[in-house]
Every structure is written in C-alpha cells, then in structure tokens.
C-alpha cells in the first residue's frame, strides 16, 4: 500500500466516532482511527500499523480461533459477507472490555483483500447485583443476550424473556430497566407463579375499603406503584386468563380501576415479561390470549443457559463463593477438583443451582478447601460430548398434548410469526427481535427459514 493510499484509508475511517481497523489475511493492522488507538492506548500509528490484531486488542500470541473464539477475520474473508462476533478485549492497561465487532468484507486499493472491523463496546454495567447473583461471564452467548438486552432497553415495548429456570430472568429483567429512560423510576416485579387467582387483580391493580371481606383499607397495586418505570410479570404463563383481559387494557389504555373503586386512574408503566414455558402453544391452546401474546411478546430474548455458556461456570462460582463466604463469616475456597468438576456438570437449574450446590459444600466442608466430594455430584450427569443430543429446557406441555417446544424452537417460531406478519421483509423483523439485519440473516440461515 502506496503512502497515499494510506492516508486517503486514514482520513476515511478517523471520520468514525466508534473504534475501526482495517486488517490484512495475515492479521496485520493495515490502517487504525483514532478511536481505536484511543480506545487501546495507542497515541502513535506507528505503534499500531503492521502489529497483529491479536496482540492489540486480545494481549494474546496467536489468533483468537485458536484460543477458541469465533474469528471475524477468517468468516469474512472466506464467505465474503459481513459477521458479528461477541469478544472481550483488553485496554493498554490489561483491563477487559466486552465488545461486539461486526467485520465487513473491504477491497484494498491494490484490490487486496481486507477486513474492516468496527468495534462496539457493550455496556459498563453488565455486572447487575441482585441478592446473590449477577449477570458475569464473557461467553459469546451471555454477551450477545446482554447486547440485545441493551438495544431494547432503549425502547419502550414489551419484551418477553424466554429461558430455563434459573438462568437469571430477574437480572435480565433489571438490566433493562437499568439501561433504560424509567430507570429513575420504581421496578415493581411479579411472580405469577406464586399468586392466586382471586389475589391477582388486588395485586396488580390495588383495591379500596371494603371491596372484599376482611378488606378495611386502600391499597395500591403494582401497576401503579410501577408509574414511571418498569412493572415485571415473571412467569407470564401462570397469569389467569380471567386476569389477562384486564391486564391487556391497561397496557393499551394506561388506565384502571382498583378493585372495588369507581374512579379510572392512569400509570406510565414498561412491561417486561418472563416466561419457561411455551406460549405460542398456550395461545394455541386457548390458555393465553392471542392478542396479550403479541402485546408482549414485540420483542423476544431468548437467555443462554449455564450449560451453553460453561466457560462462564468458574468466575460465576467463584463470585457466588465470596457472597457465601462474606454472608457466613466463612473462608472456603474450590479446589482445581472441584472447578473442573462443576465445568463438566450440565446444570439443569443453572445459576440457581450452582449457588446451592455452593451453599451446601460450604457447610460440609471440612479444612477450607471444597473438594470433589463436597460438591455432591459423584452420580450427576457430567458434560454431553461435542455433538451429542442438547438437553431439552424445563418446558410445559400444552393441554392440547402437543409436545413441549425447546428454546430454539421458540425462537424459530417466534422469527417465523415476525415474518408472517411483516410480509417477509427483514429490518421490522431485526428491529422486533431487537438484533441487525446481519444477525437476523445468520438466523435465517441457520434456521432454514426464507
């Protein structure tokens, strides 16, 4: 490449405000902008230019497929179309970063080929304390959810969260509301699961002097307590269908009544709504209204379990390991033993298993150190090899007796209702499911959908 190319190369991508880089098929940064060298410590190009990208961004000696990550560099430039991939990368202080990079197939100026890399950071803040639990890990699962969760948070339309019980729901919930506009207001949460049906409407809605036996005061309900931020409906599928009409007008209208009360009162309120069990089938079923589905469901995410994100098992343990310790007054630590053991365990009730499992070999152990033993796993399930059968999520089965839906499954469903209704036509669909028009195309692909 001629000085003058470089420089009409430079002065294009410095006009981006976000960090871009241009890398050869040998993984030499060819031209770097001002953001990436900011973003890096790098002050100088020529500390930049002719170094290989895995050394700036990763601190690392080799590619980063070898170190088993998906490699924007080699899918670009073998399938020549654009691919997002989820890492994490180090400043020049060695201090991580999560990333979302989208690579985009370029043509040099001597018709070499070359990959432009534009560079995302994802949100500071996707450590949310909850109790005992955070959303820590840096799989590519965990941070393409923790990506969507953060572009639809600065929406305000219903999202429905779909994953296997304990994989952390509540904090997806509470990110959203946290990266949101109402998040200076109330986050209000609901577990239907664990509400009987002739509390609901009080619950939700609040009810006045008198409206039922035994009732002696006003109360407010949820919706209204929520004015202003961000109501959550865990375990959507339990709500009784006796409740969902009038829940369904009141996110229409932002208007309601308490429970034994005359006057209609009004609530700003975010809905967001979490679910392990199949509501498509349920609305096929006739036990969840059709037209609340779509109401909440404008934009599904769907959250990685434990076992699809093992990588992230060893911090999260540990994490969980200093709350139980600081919580006890104890000083327990995981033997190299008992980490490779709880990598290999499958997790059928994901985080909040592993915080169990953690709670209990806290009180069994003996001298300090968790052992195998201590764990209580000698007769669990370890890891399924590569291609072997993945283990299907806790769902319902529909009355209608149909077969339970896995979450790919749901998702594909979910895809294909987004295109039914939007004629077939990919940024709606994208903008729904709150991910690019590049990532929704890999769906389609993968899923065999048109």
Request: glycine share 8%.
């Amino acid at each position: 490449m001629t000085p003058k190319d470089h420089l009409m190369l430079q002065s294009l991508i410095n006009a981006l405000d976000h960090p871009f880089v241009l890398i050869d098929s040998g993984y030499r940064i060819v031209v770097a902008n001002w953001a990436y060298r900011e973003a890096y410590g790098e002050e100088e190009t020529e500390r930049v230019v002719g170094r290989h990208c895995y050394e700036v961004s990763h601190h690392a000696d080799r590619p980063c497929h070898l170190n088993g990550e998906d490699c924007p560099l080699q899918h670009v430039l073998q399938e020549q179309e654009a691919h997002t991939v989820f890492h994490t990368h180090y400043d020049f202080h060695g201090q991580p970063e999560h990333v979302r990079i989208t690579g985009h197939p370029v043509q040099g100026p001597q018709g070499e080929p070359l990959l432009g890399e534009s560079i995302s950071r994802l949100s500071a803040g996707l450590e949310i304390d909850c109790e005992e639990m955070q959303l820590i890990g840096d799989s590519p699962a965990l941070l393409e959810a923790v990506d969507q969760l953060r572009r639809v948070a600065h929406s305000d339309v219903g999202v429905l969260l779909i994953g296997e019980s304990g994989v952390g729901k509540d904090l997806a919930a509470r990110y959203v509301h946290g990266e949101s506009a109402r998040r200076g207001g109330a986050f209000q949460v609901v577990d239907c699961s664990t509400i009987s049906a002739d509390l609901f409407e009080s619950e939700l809605f609040g009810h006045e002097p008198g409206s039922f036996t035994g009732c002696a005061g006003r109360k407010q309900g949820l919706f209204e307590l929520a004015d202003g931020g961000t109501l959550f409906l865990d375990e959507i599928g339990e709500l009784p269908l006796s409740m969902q009409a009038k829940l369904l007008r009141a996110l229409e209208t932002g208007q309601f009544r308490r429970l034994g009360g005359q006057r209609t009162l009004e609530a700003d309120v975010r809905v967001v709504t979490a679910t392990n069990r199949n509501l498509a089938a349920m609305v096929e079923a006739g036990t969840f209204r059709e037209d609340l589905y779509y109401r909440l469901a404008c934009i599904t995410v769907v959250l990685p379990t434990l076992r699809e994100r093992r990588e992230d098992i060893q911090p999260l343990a540990e994490f969980l390991l200093a709350r139980i310790n600081r919580d006890n007054g104890t000083h327990c630590t995981l033997s190299r033993a008992a980490l490779a053991r709880l990598s290999e365990y499958d997790f059928p009730g994901n985080i909040r298993e592993l915080r169990n499992i953690l709670r209990r070999a806290v009180a069994l152990c003996g001298q300090g150190t968790i052992q195998v033993a201590d764990l209580g796993l000698d007769h669990a399930p370890q890891a399924r090899s590569r291609g072997a059968a993945a283990p299907q999520p806790a769902t319902s089965v529909p009355e209608n007796g149909e077969e339970p839906l896995s979450l790919r499954d749901l998702e594909v469903r979910s895809i294909q209702e987004l295109l039914s209704r939007y004629d077939g036509q990919r940024k709606p669909v994208a903008e729904a499911l709150g991910v690019s028009e590049r990532t929704l195309y890999r769906k389609l692909k993968r899923y065999g959908l048109r």
